[in-house]
């Protein structure tokens, strides 16, 4: 596997996948410091973990936050493999390059697949382990809330950055004088060939038959996994969320009786958003007690 890196402050990285996939990433601080992986969730980039990432570099961790497969800068799979195993094999790809074995942090689908990751495809190249409002048992309302919403303008795409905010707002209304910026979703929106705008990943997440949807072996395969993994487990869950459930975290904790648990008050699922702040020092006191 192909991996260049070039020298900056910031710099940006990319990785050639077995079956010939670019991911395209962003690394913080020293590359032979101790080492964070932040894989971001569906629908998501990179730029998800940017301040998360930044404070970590500063700090003095080499963090790096990756565009998974069909989306933000990386390519597009041609054969439409966005299936949790694939995600499951980049991740460990990815944690392989590493000069030590990193912590990884997942939130949502990239959680699901660190998960495999960590207990399946790259047991002894990962050091800790981080899920952000995700398990192997999640309310299914919640789930097809959040696919809803990302298939919704997959036809028609958004007008403008304006329209795109009004929907993000209408879906997270909780959200109350915190209306997405321009600048934001540039991020997150690429330009159509008819003007519009569409999500920067690909539609094929979504609609495709070799999708990351959750079937019933898959979430059986998940707690097999969880409750065969030694390493450190933190598991950080929004209060507010709309997927990670009282009952889920019980079942949780049951598999991975091991596991570090955090409730982080007045965020949903998409802690990081919800809660920077708050979710970056979770973070760091479980990263000091490695």
Request: charged letters at 25%; a negative charge; hydrophobic letters at 40%.
């Amino acid at each position: 596997m192909n991996h260049t890196v070039t020298e900056a402050q910031s710099r940006p990285v990319d990785f050639l996948m077995d079956d010939g996939v670019r991911l395209v990433g962003e690394a913080f601080g020293e590359a032979h410091a101790e080492s964070v992986l932040l894989a971001h969730g569906g629908g998501q980039t990179r730029y998800a973990w940017s301040r998360v990432a930044r404070r970590l570099g500063d700090a003095g961790w080499h963090a790096l936050a990756l565009d998974l497969r069909g989306h933000g800068e990386s390519d597009w799979d041609e054969g439409q493999n966005y299936t949790l195993e694939r995600y499951g094999q980049d991740l460990a790809a990815v944690a392989r390059t590493f000069s030590r074995p990193p912590v990884l942090v997942g939130a949502s689908l990239g959680g699901n697949a660190g998960l495999l990751t960590a207990g399946r495809y790259a047991a002894g190249a990962i050091r800790a382990l981080v899920l952000v409002d995700i398990t192997p048992k999640v309310d299914p309302k919640g789930v097809d809330k959040v696919l809803g919403f990302m298939g919704q303008h997959l036809a028609d795409g958004f007008e403008s950055f304006e329209d795109a905010s009004r929907a993000i707002s209408a879906y997270l209304p909780d959200r109350k004088g915190r209306q997405s910026n321009v600048q934001s979703l540039a991020r997150y929106l690429r330009p159509r060939p008819d003007g519009r705008l569409a999500w920067h990943w690909d539609p094929a997440f979504i609609t495709g038959r070799r999708s990351s949807r959750l079937r019933d072996d898959t979430v059986a395969q998940l707690e097999s996994v969880l409750a065969s993994i030694r390493v450190p487990i933190l598991l950080v869950r929004g209060s507010n969320s709309e997927l990670v459930n009282e009952e889920s975290v019980a079942h949780f904790l049951d598999l991975a009786p091991h596991a570090q648990f955090r409730d982080v008050t007045g965020a949903g699922h998409m802690i990081v958003g919800d809660r920077n702040d708050v979710f970056a020092d979770v973070l760091d006191d479980f990263l000091g007690s490695l």
